[in-house]
C-alpha cells in the first residue's frame, strides 16, 4: 500500500477543523490541521478503524409524556455496522414507563453496545 494523504472534517466538536492524515501502509504517520488533541485522534481513528454513535427514535406504548423516545448506543460501534444497528431497531417498541439508560437492544448487531433511552417516557 502507497502512501496516501486524506483530508478529513473533523467531527469532534463544532469547530470542524480541515485534517490532512498521511497514511502509508496502513500506519498513520502524521495529522495536521487539528486545533486540539481530540482532533487527532479522531484523524487517526478515522482512517484506521471509524466508529460512530448511532441514533434513532422508538415508539413507546402507554406513556402520557410522549409516543416516541429517543434512543442512541451508549458508546461507538464500527461504522460498518450502522445499517445493521438500525435494522435491529425495527419493529422495537418500548412499554411506559422509560427511564434514561434503559437498555432498549442490549448487545446490538453483535457489537458488544447496548441501545439506550435517552429520555423519558
Known sequence: ???????????????????????????????????????????RKEVT????????????????IGRMVSVKTASDIPKEK???VMAALEGVQMTAP??????????VAGTGVDVVATRRA
Open 1 to 43: 500500500m502507497a502512501r496516501e494523504t486524506r483530508s478529513l472534517i473533523c467531527i469532534n466538536c463544532p469547530l470542524g477543523c480541515p485534517l490532512e492524515v498521511v497514511v502509508d501502509g496502513g500506519e498513520v504517520l502524521s495529522v495536521t490541521g487539528n486545533t486540539c488533541k481530540r482532533g487527532e485522534t479522531y484523524g
Open 49 to 64: 478503524n471509524p466508529t460512530r454513535i448511532v441514533t434513532s427514535s422508538v415508539p413507546v406504548v402507554g406513556s402520557a
Open 82 to 84: 450502522i445499517f445493521d
Open 98 to 107: 422509560v427511564e434514561i439508560g434503559d437498555v432498549v437492544v442490549a448487545d
